[in-house]
């Protein structure tokens, strides 16, 4: 029988550890469990993407990331002031810049140890002080050394746990949008979201677009006062039951939140360049 729970209005949620799994390193660790709800009434919702599922949300992540290209789980984007590293590139920032994005690839390595696979020392050092590069082309004269080819194959390696850690994320951050949004949304957001959850193939826009464009509880974060996370998605989809239409609603929102940034954007930002692509991006979501 499928596992459900139920979500009120103002939604709380936990998460559960059960059973155990070989890591890439073929270590014995436990496997991460489902979300288990307060008591309280409302719709229900499934406990999150089994192990194949997972893999398979991982390797999406991978390809929309990084290409599904081995060589750049270690990378830095055009334009950005940080390095770009794993599947789902999770900002390292260099020591002393201002962390506008928030500073993610400690918190991985952090959970990848704590689940039996820690990095190269030397990344365990760098990571308590801050990335070795300081811009792209820093970045790109090194690439090919040893000490970074290390770092990559540690990253190819654990795809799996890093996949699991996106997917942990996301779940976390689910317990929060509910209570997050304005009183007169609450019910359209916990219906949006056990839409998408009971939708096979819901899980992945769930997963991804937090990976994505981030949570957006910060509501002053955006431009214009106006952000561009998940809640934001979820507050302006259409209202929507599971099925293969909730996967469309969602894409549709999620295109005309991002666009909406692209209006409120800083001219000289140029971010129509990226719009195409993040059309692309979401535009798998309507897939099962």
Avoid at 112 to 131: D, K
Avoid at 219 to 230: A, D, P
Wanted: proline share 7%; charged share 20%.
């Amino acid at each position: 029988m499928k596992r459900v729970l139920s979500v009120g209005l103002v939604l709380f949620f936990a998460t559960t550890i059960s059973g155990c799994s070989l890591n890439q390193f073929g270590q014995t660790v436990p496997e991460a469990g489902g979300i288990i709800p307060e008591a309280g009434t409302g719709p229900t919702i499934s406990m999150g993407p089994d192990a194949a599922e997972m893999r398979r949300i991982g390797e999406k992540i991978f390809i929309n990331e990084a290409g599904g290209d081995r060589n750049k789980l270690v990378h830095w984007n055009v334009g950005e002031d940080f390095a770009a590293m794993g599947i789902g590139h999770y900002t390292w920032y260099p020591a002393g810049r201002k962390q506008r994005f928030g500073n993610s690839f400690p918190k991985l390595i952090e959970y990848m140890t704590s689940r039996g696979a820690p990095p190269p020392p030397w990344v365990t050092f760098a990571v308590a002080r801050g990335a070795p590069w300081y811009t792209k082309q820093e970045l790109e004269r090194v690439k090919h050394t040893p000490q970074v080819q290390q770092l990559i194959s540690y990253l190819y390696q654990t795809r799996g746990l890093q996949a699991e850690h996106i997917v942990e994320r996301s779940k976390f951050a689910l317990q929060r949008f509910v209570k997050a949004t304005p009183p007169q949304l609450k019910k359209l957001v916990a219906q949006n979201i056990n839409a998408l959850a009971n939708t096979p193939g819901g899980w992945y826009p769930l997963i991804d677009y937090v990976n994505f464009k981030g949570e957006g509880l910060n509501r002053s974060g955006g431009y214009r006062g106006q952000n561009w996370g998940m809640l934001q998605v979820l507050e302006t989809m259409r209202p929507s039951q599971p099925g293969p239409q909730a996967l469309n609603n969602f894409a549709d929102a999620a295109y005309g939140v991002l666009a909406r940034r692209v209006r409120n954007s800083p001219p000289q930002n140029n971010e129509a360049r990226w719009l195409a692509g993040w059309r692309n991006r979401v535009n798998t979501y309507r897939r099962l």
